[in-house]
C-alpha cells in the first residue's frame, strides 16, 4: 500500500513536471500583464466581463470594444486581484472590435509589446485568457488563414479555437512571446 502511494505521488510530480514544460519560458512574465475588465451600469449592476491586457506600465491597455458598450463605470483587475479604475477611453473602434483605456494606477505594471513580423499560416499561437488558477497554462492553436485587412494590418484565423465569450480582448502572441493582436470573438 505504501509502495503504490508513493508511486502515485511520483507519477503526478513527473505528470505536473511534463504539464509545466508545455508553459513557454516567456508565459509567466506575459501573464502578469493579461487583466479582466468587469463594466458597470450607472447603478452599479455589472453589464460584462472580459479579458483586456495592459500596454504600458503606466496603466494604458487593451480590450474589445463592446465590453464598453452601455457602460458608465469600469475596472481592470490584474491576476494578483489589485483593482484598478478605468478613468478614460483613449481610442475606440467598433468595426475592429478594439478599445484603448487608461487606468489610474500608483505603480507600474507589468505589460505586454507588439510585434513589428506579421505570422504565417501554420504557425503556433497561444492564448492568455485572464485566470488565477496558478496551474493555467496558455491555449495553442495554429493560424488556418491570414487576411490583410485596411492599414497594414493582418487578421488571423485560428484553426480549433474553441474560446470562452469572456476571452474577447485576450493578447494572442507569437511563439517569442511578442503580441501579434487581440483575440475578438467570430462574426
Same mark, same amino acid.
Given at each position: 500500500m505504501h509502495k503504490t502511494t508513493v508511486i502515485t505521488i511520483?507519477?503526478?510530480a513527473v505528470t505536473a513536471s511534463?504539464?509545466?514544460?508545455?508553459?513557454?519560458?516567456?508565459?509567466?512574465?506575459?501573464?502578469n500583464a493579461v487583466c479582466q475588465i468587469v463594466a458597470? =451600469?450607472?447603478? !452599479?449592476?455589472?453589464?460584462g466581463r472580459a479579458t483586456g491586457f495592459f500596454t504600458s506600465a503606466d496603466g494604458y491597455g487593451i480590450t474589445g470594444y463592446d465590453i464598453f458598450s452601455n457602460a458608465s463605470k469600469?475596472?481592470?483587475? =490584474?491576476i494578483n !486581484?489589485?483593482?484598478?479604475n478605468i478613468k478614460y477611453v483613449t481610442g475606440?473602434?467598433?468595426?475592429?472590435?478594439?478599445a484603448r483605456f487608461k487606468t489610474d494606477t500608483y505603480k507600474p505594471v507589468q505589460y505586454l509589446t507588439a510585434t513589428e513580423n506579421p505570422s504565417q499560416t501554420g504557425e503556433a499561437l497561444y492564448i492568455i485568457q485572464y485566470s488565477t488558477d496558478k496551474s493555467y497554462l496558455p491555449q495553442e492553436y495554429s493560424i488556418?488563414?491570414?487576411?490583410?485587412?485596411?492599414?497594414?494590418?493582418t487578421y488571423y484565423d485560428l484553426s480549433g479555437a474553441d474560446i470562452c465569450r469572456n476571452a474577447a480582448g485576450a493578447?494572442?502572441?507569437d511563439t517569442n512571446g511578442n503580441v501579434i493582436g487581440i483575440l475578438q470573438n467570430a462574426v
Open positions: 511520483i507519477l503526478l511534463a504539464t509545466q514544460a508545455k508553459a513557454p519560458k516567456w508565459f509567466k512574465k506575459s501573464r458597470y =451600469d450607472e447603478k !452599479g449592476n455589472e453589464t469600469a475596472v481592470a483587475i =490584474d !486581484g489589485i483593482s484598478r475606440a473602434n467598433r468595426i475592429y472590435d478594439v488556418s488563414k491570414c487576411s490583410e485587412m485596411t492599414g497594414g494590418y493578447p494572442v502572441f
